[in-house]
């Protein structure tokens, strides 16, 4: 893989200019102390870029690191009444013990399941792969009904899709005259 260096001087280019001349596209190349001189809206850099890596890399972690902190510090030694598996068993293993075990870390497991599935609810089969005809004003009452649970889970894209297929199915005032 070969870098594009600084037109002015051997750095690596960490900047590009394109300028229309004639009709024609020009582009440039410059590091950042170069890149301030050659456009106004450029910055000059106090920093480098690799301290500035370091520090980004650096605040990023310890935020990362305190939010798992407190999150293990708030579940504690919290367990699940039904099987007695603590969270702390849990985070080890990633693996519940039972179906109420849901229920006792519902706070904690929540980031879980949306980092690892996107939602924190389990989308239902479409309403056309079930078994049984369902009639259509049943079909718009389940349709409501996951809209509401989408919009409570705050996944906007699937309330889009729902509300999408409810104006569908549902029977305009123009298609009635």
Do not use: W
């Not at 009709?23 to 590091?31: E, L, S, T």
């Not at 500035?52 to 510090?73: F, R």
């Not at 690892?116 to 079909?139: C, D, F, M």
Request: aromatic content about 6%; proline content about 3%; glycine content about 4%.
């Amino acid at each position: 893989m070969s870098f594009q260096k600084c037109e002015k001087c051997d750095r690596p280019a960490t900047h590009k200019f394109t300028r229309i001349v004639e009709g024609h596209a020009i582009d440039f190349f410059f590091c950042q102390e170069h890149a301030a001189e050659f456009s106004p809206l450029q910055l000059k850099s106090t920093l480098n870029a690799m301290e500035l890596t370091q520090l980004l890399a650096g605040l990023l972690q310890s935020e990362q690191g305190k939010k798992a902190e407190a999150v293990e510090a708030e579940a504690g030694e919290l367990k699940c009444h039904t099987c007695g598996q603590s969270f702390r068993q849990y985070r080890q293993t990633m693996l519940l013990g039972c179906s109420d075990c849901y229920q006792a870390f519902e706070k904690q497991l929540r980031d879980d399941l949306r980092r690892y599935h996107g939602t924190v609810r389990h989308p239902a089969k479409p309403l056309e792969t079930r078994s049984g005809a369902a009639s259509e004003k049943e079909k718009l009452a389940a349709l409501e009904k996951r809209l509401a649970l989408a919009i409570q889970d705050e996944d906007f894209e699937l309330a889009a899709q729902l509300r999408d297929e409810i104006r569908r199915l549902t029977p305009s005032a123009e298609k009635e005259c």
